[in-house]
């Protein structure tokens, strides 16, 4: 029987990452994630391991297993479930009528990693596929790491992750909790009703910039699923959804349409009292966070 090392000489690219390359085999039932070569850090050797743990403890339809690990010309690699399908933003652009159903697919998977302890911080749509049953997987673990911070890859205050997706705690380089996950939900929702990010920028630095202090483009969608995302989206964690449980069972039994709008109207009279010292902080805190980012 031919080993994983040998068979790689002759697997074919799948797809590429920050991180790794992915490789099928020509069995076409196991895929191959191989660590890029100018990924050689501590760090980074962390971050892989952690993410091969993950993938193979963790056991749930919407996402996809991993069997062993490896080394192949001094690259780390570990081999996994070969998953087919469509990126979820041009599925739902072919099937808009499974918005709901896919969204509830998402919160499903989010809640299972945050009840085992597990927060993603890097959800977006690049990493999320939909097979052509209609089953939603999510691909990629590299920055997940434990709610109590154990198993930690990086060191406090650094911004990781993906900028237009970022939660504005995490721009700021703060503690994360499931909450930054559900913000990173709430931007995919976002750009999947609406076909544009709630933020657009010339820059990464204006980006942040809009994150921390600006509201998103206005929704031309309404209903629940709307109603949901601009829940999702609030700036402070405490006005978003506790869970992803809360927001799930939101989903599928929403309030009546009034009550969703007058939540929502009670949130921009708040937002419209501010103190005279928020605009000083508030440019500070952006300040902060662009040197954490560029630095």
Sequence with gaps: MLTVQTRLTDAVLLGQGGWGDVYGLADKQVAVKLLHSDRKSQEDLQRFEREFQLAQTLSHPSLVKAFEQGEFEGRPFYTMERVGGVELLEYLKLHPEQ????????????????????????????????????????????????????????????????????????????????????????????????????????????????????????????????????????????????TAREALEFLRHPPAKGSCWRSQLRRRVSATVRLPWLPFAAGLATGMALLQYFG
């Excluded at 690049?126 to 590299?142: A, C, K, S, T």
């Excluded at 434990?146 to 700021?172: C, F, H, K």
């Excluded at 503690?175 to 750009?191: C, H, K, N, P, T």
């Excluded at 031309?220 to 709307?226: F, I, N, V």
Aim: glycine fraction near 8%; charged fraction near 25%; include cysteine.
């Design 99 to 242: 918005r709901g159903e896919l969204f509830a697919q998402l919160l499903e998977v989010v809640d299972y990693l945050h009840a085992e302890g597990i927060v993603h911080r890097d959800l977006k749509p690049d990493n999320i596929l939909v097979q052509p049953d209609g089953r939603l997987r999510l691909l990629d673990f590299g920055l997940a790491r434990n709610l109590d911070g154990s198993n930690r890859a990086t060191v406090s205050g650094m911004i990781l992750g993906t900028p237009a997706y970022m939660s504005p705690e995490q721009v700021q380089g703060h503690a994360l909790d499931v909450r930054s996950d559900l913000y990173q939900v709430g931007v995919i929702f976002y750009e999947a009703l609406e076909d544009r990010l709630p933020f657009e920028a010339r820059d990464v630095g204006n980006l942040l910039f809009k994150i921390l202090h600006e509201n998103p483009h206005p929704m031309g969608t309404s209903g629940t699923l709307a109603c949901l995302t601009s829940w999702l989206l609030q700036k402070r964690r405490a006005d978003r959804p506790a």
